[in-house]
């Protein structure tokens, strides 16, 4: 078993741990000290050298990210997504709740390092008690000097505000979360051109994970070869895993990059319920495919999950036991995306609503080999060709479910 | 010897003719008594142009002007025109407000009745078109729609 | 020259502008990609998926829309593999999910490019069986336009085209992914000036046109090219007739024009050709007091040449006298002049808004022009209203393109909330501030000649704060221009009209000459032909070819053509002849009886002819009254405001036995030729001709009109040629169907000097009254709108005074009440409305209302009008 102090979860469990005080009296804001030291091209290759990837989802190098920022834009803006909608996933909203303050000086790190002076945080509608923290820990950074004008005395100018979602998933897409902060319906943008080049009211913009900024501080404070030592070749540094469904131990648990799933479940979760055994695992959120139980013991890694056909998506590990009816957990998982699809282009939008329809007939048991067959073609046909990931990715539960439990399905059409 | 087997061939040939006449002369006439009475046609008999309605009286006819489109000779024109909600003439947004038929050019090739997307207009069996003024073979939607003996078969395609 | 790209589509390799999409490189290389979001004129989307193709890259090949991919140098796209087909087919499939099949009823059956593409690209047969989804259908999101949400693709092309073209986002999406509908704003119809080109670019029938609604199939249409005569843009149009019915109009392409759009007015005001009170037949008044009656048109034209000829015995040639308006083809206006000037010897010809008005010959110099300024300078024009085309392509100028507006109008037009500036002024009172403006900047100018002679020049504007004062309400304006750097100025007939009119134009030349843009400033009239009834010389002080009746050389010019010199004293003028100057008058298409005292006037002429499309006021006052076509019905040329020849091709079967305006003026002019005779002082014999014929007019022996010969309008257009020098290049069959600009190089008019202008401020309106303002409005009472559709026809306000609601609380009443406006002039009752847009002391009363109350007021005069308001 791994043993891993946590560094990121490091202050949620202490009282009061959302205050700033609380956060002050471990080494908080240090971090930002060294780093108004710093230039901001020293911090960019320094978050370069730790390897760092984000963890909204798509694991793009944070450090080539910033880089990709033009340096003689005169506005440029950081916006942070807390828009946490992948189903199972919750670590976003531990730290919002209860250490709000980690995320802020990575805010302020991020934007000195790419030269923002605006800084947008896009946050879940839903988050009511992520909302009043966020609040509460602007206005104290603004009071102790954090944020403002001249922090710190450095010269470096940050003003942040709060932008709370309507509730769609979408949303977590960070062109469509731009749109919506604009005001606009929240839809995904055409690329290019990037945030990078044309984000928010068509300035350059970073958009980060909440998780992602929690690990700046760390990164400049610890240095980058402390970040880099953790975790496999291609994913370094600590990761939050968010396990959920059949296990004796559901919850947030930070353990470095490439902890083996068997561990995560079994000795961190504290196993599955009632003894049963694992039938399938969601390794990174509703939108990777499901790993069956052969493949336990994958280090949970980018690189590696991909080998195993799946992804890490967000690091959410929902586990399901032998009592789970895949049809229905495809079922489920796509009458949610259905729901959120915003219906821009047609694959997703019509597409989407077929297969929850032939997925409606089947699981009802009324369904014909021909529906089974449509099904088929449709997970083979949508993905590749939506707007946005939003379509490909709802075909993954559904396709790697008849991929591998395909008798559950066969065995419901007649 | 040839002579008798002669008369004898004559005779049977002569049995033979008047066979035929005497089965005739048995079997009822074949002569239908028109205009006295009606004339029978085959159910794809294809006449006189009948425009059909609905069990609730609502006309078939959406106005789609496709029947105007699939004439060879350009014997229909039609108008549409938006229904009345509340009192409409067919079902929908959209009703034949002219349907005119000119029987001169017509040449009876039913592929009004195959464009037609709601089984609206087909030929009937009303072949009886003479008329003393060319005038009363321009029909108009009222004749179409009331016709004398609607007693029409839809044709499958 | 922009960077050229060499891609591969489909093995046929192909060059286009670095930029182009694939979709369009595509089309070049004569490949089509099917589309239904895309549309070359609105920025890509990406979200139907249809034109998804494959990508051959280095690392294998990838789908990609090609609509929103742009070409790169050595690209190879393939669009007709096997997954392309997979994947249209898929998409076909999808989109027809929710699609109703109502084909046989939609006005888009038959021109439908989801009906196309299904049949091109679709599988034939349909997988789903399940029910549509249930949406609004067939309901009215503007008085015009009908909304089918369950045929609707959602492909966003009129939330887009409203946005990025009208900048009026009034459409918009609501619910999400499969609940996905467009709709309007709760209680806010869709009232963009252009909104009906959403029906034209519509891929499904969702969007269709109310007034044609249900009147056409498109296969049954007979479909003629032609141009709009609405307004002075010259949109190009395409007539679709149905059984001799002009059954609805949809654009036409002309990317120098219209690019290819709209606007409204000229898209669904046209049930007036059609309409049953078009005159049929001409009409006669036997006497003072009778009915109007139908006669021959051989009678018609007799009584007018025997009256008219009697009158011009009696009295003289200058007793008679034409107004025309500018609506008329070029063919009409030229022939109406020359029927005038070489028949009955009279310059006694104008047309509202004509010689009244100090217009530039010029016109625009082009429209793709505006697109290319930097300021756009309105000066008493308000594009909004008067050429909503115009419109479109200034706030593309102002969103796309970063020009600045600067407007100097009594209003704040719509425009005017575009960065830039907007100057107030009182009506007449633009001559001031343009005065003030052109000084300015004159000074300036001097200021940094002199100053940039010893050392390099500091920019302009620093050496211009010191040395320059401006007047503090100038200053944005003054800033705007001395910076800008292609200004374009733009007038119109509001801030032009008499003696102030002549000062502002003068002023506002100066001004441009100041920053030496003397050739980038264009008048804009009021009517569709402004341009070319000018060019045709259809003024009483002007010669065709924009020359002066005094110039002796143009006048043998033109004798030598026609066989007779025109006069060489001007004429009357409109306001002259309308005021009952002549004892005659023949009025072709306009209107002066509208008002009770223009209706007065007209009751003591001797005789009056009217030649119009319906029985107007005027009409109703006239001895004799000839039917004429409307442009849909008779072949002509229009000129439009950046001097654009362009045909209007007849298109449907005239009404009744109404002629065309130059045809009807062609068999006038041979009677009147023919009913004449050189007095040699024998006695005629009575010889066998018709009675009209035998009574012939004797004239005095001399230069004789050559006969006229103009079969067809090209006839006419021939003889312009040799009459115009301008348009002495142009060929009718060169025309074809994107018009031909006539070159300024035979007129060369831009002013170059300045002229000193001596103005004085104007005083506002005294305390409790106020200035009177008027002006264009889209949906006016105009001479057509009548006879319009009815849903086009509800569009017209009932007549109206706008005060500044400041003004309104002040004086304490309260909108929507009825009041009595008053002026020197007379006095009308009006609703009074609330409009921000108009400024504190003006009272706005837009011109053509019905009862022509700004007419009636005094608004086109040309001088400040004050005018009292009391409630009833």
């Known amino acids: 078993m791994t043993t891993w102090q946590p560094v990121l979860l490091a202050n949620v469990n202490r009282p009061n741990s959302e205050k700033i005080t609380t956060y002050l009296a471990h080494g908080g804001y240090e971090a930002l000290r060294k780093t108004l030291k710093m230039s901001p091209d020293q911090v960019i ?57 980690a995320i802020l000086e990575g805010v302020i790190i991020a934007s000195y390092a ?71 319906r929240g839809e995904p943008r055409l690329k290019p051109p990037y945030p990078a080049q044309a984000g928010i009211w068509g300035q350059p913009t970073v958009v980060q994970n909440c998780e992602t900024l929690v690990n700046i501080p760390h990164i400049i404070g610890r240095g980058a070869a402390w970040f880099a030592s953790i975790g496999t070749e291609q994913s370094r540094g600590p990761k939050i895993f968010c396990v959920s469904g059949h296990v004796n131990r559901p919850g947030n648990y930070e353990l470095p990059l490439g902890t083996p799933l068997r561990e995560i479940i079994y000795e961190h979760a504290g196993g599955v319920r009632m003894g049963r055994s694992v039938k399938a695992v969601i390794p990174g959120g509703a939108s990777t495919p499901f790993l069956t139980a052969d493949k336990l013991d994958v280090p949970m890694a980018f690189e590696t999950l991909a080998a195993a056909g799946s992804a890490l998506g967000t690091g959410a590990v929902v586990v399901m036991d032998e009592t789970t009816d895949m049809v229905e957990v495809a079922r489920r998982v796509m009458s949610f995306y259905v729901h959120e699809s915003c219906g821009r282009c047609v694959p997703c939008r019509l597409g989407g609503h077929n297969m929850l329809h032939e997925l409606d007939i089947i699981a009802s048991g009324q369904g014909k080999r021909a529906n089974l067959a449509r099904l088929e073609a449709l997970t083979r046909g949508i993905p590749g060709i939506t707007f946005c990931p939003l379509g490909t990715g709802m075909c993954e539960p559904v396709a790697s479910g008849l991929k591998l439990f395909r008798s559950e399905f066969e065995e419901r059409v007649s | 010897m040839s002579y008798v087997n002669e008369v004898f061939r004559g005779a049977v040939a002569i049995a033979q003719a008047f066979g035929v006449t005497l089965k005739a002369l048995l079997s009822s006439p074949l002569t239908v008594e028109y205009p006295e009475q009606p004339a029978a046609v085959y159910p794809r008999f294809r006449a006189r142009h009948e425009l059909r309605r609905y069990e609730n009286g609502l006309e078939r006819c959406i106005g789609c002007m496709l029947c105007e489109a699939a004439c060879p000779t350009g014997a229909i024109h039609v108008e549409a025109a938006e229904n009345d909600p509340e009192h409409p003439t067919s079902p929908g947004e959209r009703y034949a407000k002219v349907y005119d038929v000119n029987l001169m050019r017509c040449v009876f090739c039913g592929d009004c009745e195959t464009a037609c997307p709601v089984e609206a207009v087909v030929l009937g069996h009303d072949f009886e078109l003479a008329v003393y003024n060319r005038a009363g073979l321009l029909l108009q939607k009222e004749q179409l729609l009331n016709p004398k003996a609607p007693n029409v078969v839809v044709r499958a395609e | 020259m922009p960077d050229l790209v060499t891609l591969t589509v489909d093995d046929v390799k192909v060059t286009v502008p670095a930029g182009t999409l694939v979709v369009d490189a595509a089309k070049a290389a004569g490949i089509e990609i099917p589309i239904f979001c895309s549309h070359p004129k609105l920025d890509p989307l990406g979200a139907c998926r249809m034109c998804l193709v494959e990508f051959v890259g280095p690392r294998g090949s990838k789908l990609d829309t090609a609509c929103t991919v742009r070409v790169s140098e050595g690209m190879t796209v393939r669009t007709s593999t096997e ?97 996905t509908v467009i709709d309007t704003f709760p209680g806010q119809p869709v009232d963009a000036a252009t909104s009906g080109n959403i029906i034209d670019i519509c891929p499904v029938g969702a969007l269709t046109n109310r007034v044609s609604r249900f009147r056409f199939r498109p296969w049954e249409l007979k479909k003629t090219p032609s141009v709009c005569t609405l307004c002075p843009v010259g949109c190009n149009l395409r007539l679709d007739e149905r059984v001799h019915e002009l059954r609805r109009i949809v654009a036409r392409e002309n990317l120098a024009v219209n690019d290819e759009w709209l606007c409204d007015k000229g898209r669904f005001l046209h049930q007036y050709v059609d309409h049953p009170e078009r005159l049929r037949t001409p009409l006669v008044r036997d006497a003072a007091g009778e009915a109007l009656r139908p006669a021959t048109w051989d009678e018609a034209l007799h009584r007018v040449i025997e009256k008219l000829g009697d009158i011009a015995d009696t009295n003289g040639a200058n007793a008679l006298g034409g107004i025309a308006s500018a609506r008329v083809s070029n063919e009409a206006a030229y022939l109406f002049q020359k029927f005038f000037r070489a028949l009955v010897g009279a310059n006694n010809i104008d047309f509202a808004d004509g010689s009244a008005v100090k217009a530039q010959p010029t016109g625009l110099s082009a429209i793709a022009d505006i697109a290319k300024s930097d300021l756009i300078v309105l000066v008493g024009f308000d594009p909004s209203e008067a050429a909503p085309v115009l419109d479109l392509h200034i706030k593309r100028a102002a969103r796309r393109a970063g020009a600045k507006l600067l407007v100097i109008n009594p209003r704040r037009i719509a425009l005017a909330k575009y960065p830039g500036a907007y100057l107030p002024v009182l009506p007449g009172g633009e001559a001031w501030d343009l005065n003030g403006l052109a000084t300015a900047l004159q000074a300036a100018r001097a200021a940094n000649q002199a100053g940039s002679k010893p050392a390099p020049a500091p ?36 801030a032009a009209r008499g003696q102030l009119g002549k000062l502002a134009v003068t002023a506002l030349s100066n001004l441009a000459v100041a920053l030496g843009f003397g050739d980038r400033l264009a008048y804009v009239g009021a009517e569709a032909n402004s341009q070319g009834a000018r060019d045709m010389g259809l003024l009483s002080d002007t010669l065709p070819g924009h020359q002066p009746v005094t110039d002796a050389a143009v006048r043998e010019r033109l004798g030598k053509l026609w066989g007779v010199q025109p006069p060489a004293e001007p004429g009357q003028s409109y306001a002259a002849m309308a005021a009952g100057g002549v004892k005659a008058l023949y009025v072709m298409g306009a209107n002066p009886a509208a008002t009770v005292a223009g209706a007065e006037a007209l009751h003591k002429l001797d005789f009056l002819v009217v030649q119009d499309l319906f029985l107007t006021e005027t009409a109703q006052l006239a001895d004799v009254v000839l039917p004429a076509t409307s442009f849909a019905e008779a072949d002509g040329t229009y000129t439009n405001l950046e001097r654009r020849v362009q045909r209007g091709p007849q298109g449907i079967k005239p009404a009744g036995e109404s002629q065309a305006d130059w045809a009807i003026l062609a068999a006038l002019a041979e009677k009147w030729l023919a009913s004449q005779t050189v007095d040699t002082g024998e006695v005629s014999k009575a010889i066998e001709q018709p009675d009209w014929k035998k009574k012939r007019r004797k004239i005095k022996a001399g230069p004789a009109p050559k006969p006229w010969n103009y079969p067809t ?28 600009q006539w070159s300024t190089s035979a007129l060369v008019r831009a002013p170059r000097r300045v002229e000193p202008v001596d103005v004085a401020p104007i005083a506002a309106a005294p305390a409790g009254s106020f200035t009177l303002v008027s002006g264009p409005l889209l949906w006016d009472n105009g001479p057509l709108m009548p006879y319009g559709a009815e849903q086009v026809r509800k569009l017209t306000p009932t007549p109206f005074v706008a005060l500044n609601p400041a003004d309104l609380t002040m004086a304490a009443l309260a909108e929507g009440r009825q009041v009595t406006v008053t002026s020197a002039y007379g006095n009308v009752t009006l609703t009074l409305k609330a409009d921000a847009s108009v400024q504190p002391g003006t009272a706005w009363v837009p011109a053509n209302l019905a009862g022509a109350p700004a007419e009636t007021l005094g608004a086109v005069r040309g001088e400040p009008v004050s005018v009292a308001v009391k409630l009833v």
Not at chain 1, 78 to 97: C, Q, S, Y
Not at chain 3, 713 to 740: N, T
Request: glycine share 12%.
């Open chain 3, 713 to 740: 309008a090209q006839a006419v257009l021939d003889e312009i040629g040799k009459a115009v020098p301008p348009y002495a290049s142009l060929r009718w069959d060169a025309l074809g169907e994107a018009g031909v």
């Open chain 1, 114 to 184: 790419v030269g923002a002076h605006r800084a947008f945080v896009y946050i879940r509608g839903e988050f009511f008690l992520g909302v009043k923290r966020w609040i509460k820990a602007i206005a104290d950074a603004y009071q102790y000097g954090f944020l403002g004008k001249n922090i710190l005395e450095s010269g470096f100018d940050l003003d942040v505000s709060l932008h709370r979602g309507a509730g769609a998933y979408i949303c977590g897409e960070e062109t469509a979360m731009i749109e919506s902060l604009e005001g606009k």
């Open chain 3, 83 to 179: 997954q392309v087909k997979a994947v249209r087919e898929a998409n076909l499939g999808f989109i027809l999910i929710n699609h109703p099949l109502d084909c046989p009823i939609c006005d888009k059956g038959g021109e439908c490019p989801l009906q196309d593409q299904t049949m091109a690209y679709g599988a034939g047969v349909s997988q789903f069986v399940e029910a549509k989804r249930q949406k609004q259908k067939h309901y009215p999101i503007s008085d015009l336009i009908l909304l089918d949400q369950e045929r609707c693709i959602l492909c966003w092309r009129c939330i887009r085209y409203l946005d990025e073209w009208e900048d009026k986002p009034q459409i918009g999406l609501f619910e999400r992914g499969g609940e």
């Open chain 1, 45 to 101: 290759a320094e978050v370069k050298a730790s390897g760092l990837r984000g963890r909204g989802g798509a694991g793009f190098p944070t450090g080539a990210k910033w880089g990709f920022i033009p340096k003689d834009a005169p506005v440029k803006y950081l916006a942070v997504n807390t828009d946490e909608g992948e189903p199972g996933t919750f670590k976003d909203r531990l730290i919002v709740e209860r250490d709000p303050h």
């Open chain 3, 459 to 494: 920019t302009g504007k620093a050496k211009l704060e010191t040395k320059v004062a401006v007047m503090a309400e100038l200053r944005p304006a003054y800033d705007l221009l001395a910076a800008a750097k292609a200004p374009l100025f733009i007038y119109g007939p509001d």
